[in-house]
């Protein structure tokens, strides 16, 4: 920690109440430390029984046959179901989140590769894993879509047959049955005619690879149905328990009432754990079947080859501008691969996410965004791999194409963001495709990251070590985020609107339980919103309990995905404490006989004003509430509420990235990272810390290695941990964090959510960096991952990994 | 995950034996070390096996063989093959044309041209392999097939010589085996030198 004496990062110790502000040690880490933590994969119940998936080899096939007999004759086998069993009940295909249909089973036809064939029913996971193989699928292969650039060739495989002919899509009218949807956003016209004329305009092609957000924990469940009182009750790693609870009512008529979801311990979700996969379809149909419990996880290549992917976006940046580069417009063209259904989880309204957010940091004062969705022959998905709805996607292409206009002015990268940046006093500001930016200050962080790094030192060492003929990059970006989904006017997930909440009840002796409908995987939520409510009663944080993730107690909410667990459900957290704190102060002038006007709240009591040693404290109130309160007042103290945001919350920051690449391996070294973020009112600097070094380890693995290719056969290539890039202790470079502070000034407490600023400001930075190390050689973009492997190409192309001499 | 293979074996004797060997295709395909033809549909359809055991991992392929184009003249067939593995995990296909070339009265080439596809696990987990096993699956293919021409003679004492190799001959793919010469040929490449 950089700044471990500032004021904002008090020290436990220093704060009795451990509020807003201290570096509180996380409540959750005892329990894991230990090995003590509660994951689906710990629950065990009585009879318990074991699904396992029979998986296609093909991308794209006919099934002709399935024979189980075999898979039934082996001891311990309880059932093998495939779509034809699922039919009667309609439940061989489900809705996805996207608005699209996706097969729980494959019926008919498989669409991708480990699609889900069949499903056996085992006494344990040993049997299933035996059966799976005696059962006997015959397939006849069909031809295979890959490239996404193919997907409405004229010659194309049609891949969705049952969505033929029916053109209107969920989001558009499709104009190939291998089109989703167009989206757009902006003046379309406008934005040309500015191109048309303009002093000066850039294009940069660019792919962001297919990658999978690959937490530590796999998807997995425990379903378990009781017969005799219809009460079904599922233990889950879900990101959004009581969405999952909606959708498991919806899809099995079972009521909501008599629906129990349960997000135990969550070993890590990054986007990954939003969407309802056809596991847990499964095990809830075996288990309402068989009458007891069913568990299914997956393990890691089935993890990697079929629940949720993110990215996979091929897009085009544009910016036209005047020759000192000031921008004048911005075009952005996306075709984005979803796979074989669209299963992203976006808010209904925004088939790409939140991808309009790509004006980024800048004034720009018109633009157009275009995309265009296509079905291929690979796993559904499109989740937001730590980010909020594509927003990853939406910075990268703004930051490279930013890069790629300073390179073509000669302009330094520093000096053209400087030149565009939306200044302090436009805020709050409307973009041009649409969104209004709560506040930032981005001159003060980027001058603060250049000092800091000495900017212009790097500059002149390049410039030795190109001279030398050694490649070292400096890699600059000034992300603008968009978090906090969002405002119910515009968001929503099946209909039901993206408000989050709290509901905070205070003992009589001054102890507190709260739960919100958000659901902590890592984030440390049970020590933060703890915080949020010591701050705003009064009470210690170490006597508050945060409980989530239990649909049969806590309140309704839409979970915590895109950083929207401190702008939404922080926010609800702070505003059920303020009610509790108003009818404390009611209670307090009953008790101290004065008028509430005469009264001022210190830290944890209500003094009267000028009078010292009249005071009550929240303790003494708790206790009244129960036993003394004012005449005609309910008798506890307890709020709820439901916030639905105003307005989104817009976290910056400011990236540095210096980079040494070895010309004749092509093995880089990330010399220095330093990272600047403003993430409003700081809650807790520690877990902050953390996050953001857990965010920037996660843009590095996407950045250096991690993608899912696939060949023309459709095989899923790097589905394993062979392959996927999962960086350890020895690949990972040394973090240097920092900070300003601009508050939201919509959010009750100021807080704009951090954890991903890191992962999808650093993706870019590294791309910047290295794609710097050949600037001066004509180089304008890379993409990634940016291996050994790819740059030696690169090196080697450019022919610098000669010897002379 | 495809790869295309070009391989030729000089074989002794003259090329009508070669020639004659190549059409038995129940006995070509015992030249491949783990293959088997289960079944003859008629002569030009077959169903067989191919076991290979490579790790821990036992992949069983069955499938269907199919001999296409027989050219007496140019002394050259092509064979397609295609199976998917016993667990329904993977699949594999290859599709080989094979000629017989005279070189003089003692001596001819056996010329391969395969196209090999595999999908599923075989692909996700031997796929960066999948060109070094092939080479070593056809190596062994081709050291079978030369023992077989040279015991149809006329070089007596070869022929036994042969017959004796044949007899020995592992009946599945040894996967320990073929790791090792897959590494030493990697090396071998790597350095430069002749491939083992």
Request: with cysteine.
């Amino acid at each position: 920690m950089d700044n471990a004496n500032d004021a904002n990062n008090a020290p436990e110790q220093d704060d009795p109440i451990k509020g807003v502000g201290c570096a509180r040690k996380r409540k959750e880490d005892a329990r894991f430390i230990q090995g003590k933590g509660n994951y689906v994969d710990d629950i065990k119940m009585p009879g318990m029984l074991f699904a396992d998936m029979v998986r296609s080899p093909y991308a794209h096939a006919r099934i002709k046959s399935i024979n189980k007999e075999k898979a039934l004759a082996l001891p311990g086998v309880h059932a093998v179901l495939t779509a034809d069993d699922l039919k009667p009940l309609n439940l061989h295909w489900m809705p996805t989140l996207a608005g699209d249909v996706q097969a729980v089973l494959a019926d008919e036809k498989v669409h991708f590769q480990y699609q889900e064939v069949a499903v056996v029913v085992a006494d344990n996971r040993y049997i299933a894993a035996d059966a799976i193989e005696l059962v006997e699928v015959e397939y006849e292969e069909l031809p295979v879509l890959v490239d996404a650039h193919k997907a409405m060739d004229d010659d194309a495989p049609i891949l969705r047959e049952d969505l033929v002919g029916k053109m209107d899509g969920a989001h558009s009218k499709r104009v190939h049955d291998n089109h989703i949807f167009n989206w757009q956003a902006g003046d379309k016209d406008a934005t040309d005619r500015v191109f048309e004329q303009a002093e000066v305009t850039v294009k940069q092609d660019m792919y962001y690879p297919r990658v999978h957000p690959s937490p530590l924990e796999t998807c997995g469940c425990v379903a378990s149905f009781d017969k005799v009182n219809e009460h079904l009750t599922v233990y889950i790693t879900s990101q959004a328990p009581h969405v999952v609870r909606t959708v498991v009512s919806m899809l099995s008529g079972i009521p909501e009432s008599k629906v129990r979801i349960v997000s135990p311990d969550i070993g890590g979700g990054f986007g990954n754990k939003v969407g309802v996969y056809p596991g847990y379809v499964v095990s809830i149909v075996a288990s309402i079947v068989l009458g007891v419990p069913v568990k299914w996880v997956e393990n890691r290549m089935e993890h990697l080859s079929t629940t949720a992917f993110a990215r996979d976006y091929h897009m085009t940046g544009e910016i036209a501008a005047d020759s000192d580069g000031r921008i004048k417009a911005l075009r952005v063209n996306v075709l984005a691969d979803h796979g074989a259904f669209d299963a992203c989880a976006d808010p209904s309204k925004f088939p790409a996410g939140l991808m309009h957010i790509c004006t980024g940091s800048y004034d720009v004062p018109v633009a157009h965004l275009n995309v265009d969705g296509v079905y291929t022959n690979k796993a559904p998905g499109g989740v937001a791999y730590r980010c909020s709805f594509r927003v990853t996607e939406a910075v990268y292409v703004i930051e490279r194409t930013m890069d790629v206009l300073a390179q073509k002015l000669g302009i330094d990268k520093a000096e053209i963001r400087r030149r565009n940046f939306i200044k302090a006093e436009q805020f709050p500001y409307q973009t041009a495709l649409g969104w209004e930016i709560d506040s930032g200050d981005y001159h003060t962080a980027l001058e603060k990251v250049l000092e800091a790094c000495d900017y212009e030192g790097l500059r002149r060492e390049q410039q030795e070590k190109r001279e030398k003929g050694e490649l070292m990059g400096i890699g600059l970006v000034t992300f603008t985020e968009i978090v906090g989904a969002g405002p119910t006017r515009n968001c929503d997930i099946l209909g039901v609107g993206m408000f989050d909440s709290a509901e905070i009840r205070v003992h009589p002796t001054g102890s507190v339980i709260a739960r919100m409908g958000t659901i902590t995987q890592g984030q440390g939520h049970q020590t933060t919103y703890a915080q949020i409510i010591a701050s705003e009663l009064g009470i210690p944080s170490d006597e508050i309990s945060i409980e989530e993730g239990d649909t049969d107690t806590a309140p309704y909410g839409l979970g915590t995905y895109g950083s929207r667990s401190t702008p939404v459900g922080g926010a609800a957290t702070a505003v059920a404490a303020r009610k509790i704190r108003a009818k404390a102060q009611k209670i307090a002038a009953h008790l101290l006989e004065v008028s509430e006007q005469d009264l001022e709240w210190d830290v944890d009591r209500f003094k009267v004003k000028g009078v010292p040693g009249q005071e009550k404290t929240m303790k003494e109130i708790a206790w009244a509430a129960y036993n003394d309160r004012p005449e005609g007042m309910e008798p506890g103290l307890e709020a709820v509420d439901y916030y639905d945001p105003p307005n989104f919350t817009y976290p910056f920051g400011t990236y540095l990235c210096v980079v040494d690449i070895d010309k004749y391996t092509g093995v880089t070294k990330v010399r220095r990272f330093y990272a600047l973020d403003d993430c409003g009112t700081r809650i807790n600097p520690m877990i902050i810390e953390g996050q953001i070094h857990g965010g920037l380890n996660e843009g590095f693995a996407v950045a250096m290695g991690q993608e899912l290719p696939f060949d023309e056969q459709g095989n899923i290539l790097g589905n394993t941990l062979m392959d996927y890039f999962i960086p350890t202790f020895v690949e990972t470079p040394k973090w240097e964090t920092d900070y300003t502070v601009t508050p939201s000034p919509h959010h009750p407490i100021g807080a704009k959510g951090v954890a991903e600023s890191p992962h999808v400001g650093s993706i870019p930075t590294f791309t910047s960096a290295i794609v710097d190390a050949f600037s001066h050689l004509g180089t304008t973009h890379l993409d990634m991952p940016h291996n050994a492997f790819r740059l030696w190409q690169h090196i080697r192309e450019l022919g610098l990994d000669k010897r002379t001499g | 995950m495809k790869v295309n293979m070009e391989k030729s074996f000089t074989l002794p004797g003259p090329a009508i034996n070669a020639w004659t060997f190549l059409q038995q295709i129940e006995k070509v395909a015992a030249c491949m070390p783990g293959a088997e033809i289960t079944e003859a549909i008629d002569e030009r359809n077959y169903k067989g096996k191919v076991k290979a055991k490579i790790g821990p991992a036992t992949m069983a392929f069955n499938g269907d063989i199919v001999v296409e184009d027989i050219d007496p003249e140019a002394m050259s067939l092509r064979l397609i093959g295609k199976g998917q593995d016993s667990k329904g995990t993977s699949s594999a296909a290859m599709d080989l044309t094979a000629r017989v070339i005279a070189v003089d009265e003692s001596s001819c080439e056996l010329q391969g041209n395969a196209e090999m596809t595999v999908t599923g696990k075989a692909a996700s987990l031997g796929g960066r392999m999948l060109t070094q096993v092939a080479d070593q699956i056809l190596n062994q293919f081709g050291k079978n097939f030369e023992n077989n021409v040279a015991a149809m003679g006329p070089d007596e004492a070869a022929a036994q010589q042969a017959k004796e190799e044949l007899a020995q001959q592992p009946k599945e793919l040894n996967g320990l085996a073929l790791a090792w010469s897959v590494i030493t040929g990697w090396f071998a490449g790597l350095f430069g030198g002749k491939k083992a």
